[in-house]
């Protein structure tokens, strides 16, 4: 079977998340078709999708305007997987805590933009994640802090004490950029590892 992923490409790592989901593919045996999302009409056709990050304003203003936002809704409640990175974290989320991102509400939690702070602050740290046995290389540009959980949500990974990736139903959400690495983990487990899925 063939899968179509979209990948949100209204800003963000868009050929670095379709090669990292390919990647994760290949190791099931899996072929994929990768669709770069910018209008409305795409999504619905998608059996896996990817929100990467980029500035969380613009790309929820993006998503409204182009029709996309409710249409990722859908895709959610249709129990199809998503995962969602750094903004895209953000944009995804219940609340971020700022007036100029119009969240989706795929994922009960609360959101801080850029809690680790400016573009120099960024690091790579390796996390143990729930689901994955050796730890995984995160690198955190410009990061977003999980505040806050609601008690269906699971944490998957922490850092500093900090939730720093998390499952919500078919979605799981990371404060940092997993497409930015060889290792293709977080998208095996966002999409071929997650018994939520429906493919």
């Known amino acids: ?88 974290l953000i944009v995804a989320s219940r609340d971020a805590r700022d007036e100029r991102v119009e969240t989706l509400d795929l994922v009960d939690a609360t959101v801080d933009r850029n809690a680790f702070g400016r573009q120099v602050d960024s690091f790579e740290a390796p996390l143990d994640v729930a689901g994955i046995e050796e730890p995984f290389p995160a690198v955190f540009i410009r990061a977003p802090l999980i505040a806050e959980v609601g008690d269906d949500v699971d944490v998957l990974a922490t850092w500093d004490e900090k939730p720093v990736a998390i499952r919500d139903g078919p979605v799981i959400g990371t404060s940092f950029h997993p497409e930015l690495t060889a290792d293709a983990r977080i998208h095996d487990l966002a999409f071929f590892e997650n018994e939520e899925a429906e493919l």
């Open 1 to 88: 079977m063939t899968l179509d992923v979209g990948v949100v490409a209204v800003q963000g790592d868009v050929s670095e998340h379709g090669d990292a989901v390919r990647r994760a593919a290949a190791n099931h045996g899996e072929e994929t078709v990768v669709h770069e999302v910018r209008h409305s009409g795409v999504v619905p056709d998608c059996d896996l999708l990817l929100l990467p990050g980029g500035e969380s304003t613009a790309i929820s203003r993006l998503l409204e305007r182009e029709g996309i936002d409710g249409e990722i809704v859908a895709h959610v409640d249709a129990g199809k997987p998503v995962l969602a990175t750094c903004a895209g």
